[in-house]
Structures are given as C-alpha cells and as structure tokens.
C-alpha cells in the first residue's frame, strides 16, 4: 500500500509540474516570436531613392525597412541620390534601436549656391538680409526662390526666379548702373577710331578671366569624382587628391576674381 500511494503521489506532483511549466514554455515561445515579428526598423526621407549607411555600411536606399538590426546605438547616414553634386545634403544621426518597430523619418536638407559677378551682391528674402554672394542656402518649405532678389549698390536689381539653376548653382552677371554724367565723360574721352585706350589690356584681362575659371570648374569636377570614388571606396588617397583639386579650384576662382576686377578696373578708366 505503502508503495502504491507513493507512486501515486509521485505521478500526481508530476502532473502538476508539468501543468505549470507546461504555459510558462508555451509564454515564452510566443512572447520570443512575437518580439522577433515586431523588431522592424524604417528609414524614410523627404527624397525618394536617398541612400541609407548603417554603421558605415551601405543598407539600401529609402524607403528602407530592416528586420536584422540588432538593439542599441548606430550611426545612420542618409545621403541625396545626385552624390555627384557637392551641394548634396547628407543626413547623420545616432539612432537607439529597440526591441519594437520604429521608424526614422528624415528631411535631406536642400542646398544651392548663390553666385554674383561681381561677388558680394546682397542676397535679400524680402527686406531680410540672408548674406553675401557667394552664398549656400538650405531652402526649407518657408522659402521662394522666386522672392529672393539680388541688390549691390550701383547694379541693377536681379531677382533669382528668373535665373536658371545648374548642379544647384544660380549664377549672374549683375548689370551697371551707368551714371549719365560718368557715361558723358568716357564717351568723351574715347579716341575717334572707336578703340578703347586700354584695348589690349583688357583682351588680356579677359582672356585670362576665362580661362581661370574654366580651370575651376574643371578642378572642382575633378574633385567631386575624386570625392564620390572615396566615399565608395575608402581609399585615403582619393581623399588627399580631393583636397587638392579643391585647392586647385580655389585658387582658380581667386584668379578668376582678380582678372575680372582688372577688366572692369582697365573697362573704366581713360
């Protein structure tokens, strides 16, 4: 008797075990699946087809949905699809990836460039005073490029509506204002042949204005290509030959500048 009712107790504990464990196991299991189902990260941007870099891995391009990265702290890149232009906007954020669905919406800032000869030209929204060509603006949804106006003292007043953008680039030559009795006074002074005094010096000038900034442009492409190439590669010496096409751009531009300034400089006198 004495071992039959000790079975009998061993069999019942068993089944009472079992009758707790038995849920708990099957808790567990659902809650892992579904905490694996719901982990899902989202990276969206204002710019369709934006590129996303994961922890300086390239993940996909946007909308991008990820369902294998692991919990914690990465770093997030979301970059313009046109990275060939070097007004591109790049995003970066440090993000904290849950154990639940999350989603990481981003604005890709949108950048053009301002550009005036000769520079230093206001940049006006309205009667505000945004800065001086040459000048970078990030144009949120609060501004019109079409209100923006041009103002430099003793030039006309040109409006950036109606010029036209290249690679995000707006870029005019400001019109003088002639005063009356200053035009008298050249015109009078001016040889009877029709020639300028300083013809020659100005053909040089202006050669050479063109030229430089040709040199430029030409060096600031090379640059950007050099740039992307490093961007996609790594590769420190692309990094180091990009910096020096831009100082080769740069110094192309100050030519540039300085030729022009002699030009109008030679334009005006006697």
């Known amino acids: 008797m004495e071992g039959s009712y000790g079975m009998t107790g061993i069999k019942k504990l068993a089944i009472a075990t079992l009758c707790l464990v038995g849920p708990a196991i099957s808790f567990a299991q659902t809650d892992t699946l579904r905490i694996t189902d719901s982990h899902v990260t989202i990276i969206k941007a204002d710019v369709n087809g934006a590129l996303v870099y994961i922890d300086d891995k390239f993940s996909g391009v946007v909308p991008l949905t990820i369902d294998t990265l692991s919990k914690g702290r990465h770093y997030v890149r979301v970059i313009d699809p046109d990275y060939s232009n070097w007004l591109t906007g790049v995003v970066e954020d440090t ?24 520079f230093g030209a206001d940049v006006m929204l309205g009667d505000s005073l945004l800065g001086q ?57 001016a040889p009877l042949d029709g020639r300028h005094p300083h013809s020659t010096s100005l053909y040089i000038t202006g050669a050479a204005a063109v030229l430089s900034g040709a040199a430029s442009a030409y060096f600031k492409t090379r640059a950007d290509r050099e740039y992307d190439a490093y961007l996609f590669s790594g590769d420190p010496t692309r990094l ?31």
Do not use: C, H
């Not at 639940?100 to 000869?117: A, E, G, H």
């Open 95 to 118: 993000v904290n990836v849950t154990e639940n669905s999350q989603t990481f919406t981003y604005r890709i800032p949108r950048l053009v460039m301002i550009n005036t000869d000769p």
């Open 240 to 270: 180091s030959t990009t910096r020096r096409l831009d100082t080769s751009a740069g110094i192309a531009l100050m030519a540039t500048q300085i030729s022009t300034f002699l030009f109008v400089y030679f334009l005006l006198s006697d």
């Open 133 to 189: 060509t040459p000048f970078v603006l990030d144009v949120d949804d609060g501004v019109e490029l079409s209100e923006i106006t041009l103002r430099k003292e003793g030039y006309s007043v040109s409006t950036l509506g109606s010029l036209v953008a290249k690679r995000g680039t707006f870029f005019t030559t400001l019109r003088r204002e002639w005063d009356p009795g200053i035009g008298d006074m050249v015109v009078a002074s």
